[in-house]
């Protein structure tokens, strides 16, 4: 379920990402992500898309950034 919700915002950030080759920020609350395995099957969702990314976390918030594909 989580990952249904999850998809079309890191869709629609991989897309942004393709059009301006920058990278694109998708936030979650803590609340939306809340097991490992959750966190985990959208870190594999993207990995099978085959883009990069990276995380940051503060209190409330858990961020993934859509980093560009390599040239």
Do not use: C
């Not at 991989?14 to 809340?34: C, G, H, M």
């Not at 209190?59 to 993934?64: T, V």
């Amino acid at each position: 379920m989580i990952l249904n919700n999850a998809i079309p915002r890191l869709t629609e950030a991989i897309n942004k990402t393709i059009l301006t080759s920058r990278k694109q920020k998708v936030k979650f609350i803590y609340n939306e992500l809340l097991t490992g395995d959750t966190i985990n099957s959208v870190f594999n969702w993207i990995f099978r898309k085959g883009y990069d990314f990276t995380t940051n976390h503060d209190e409330y918030r858990f961020e993934i950034t859509i980093l560009p594909k390599q040239q």
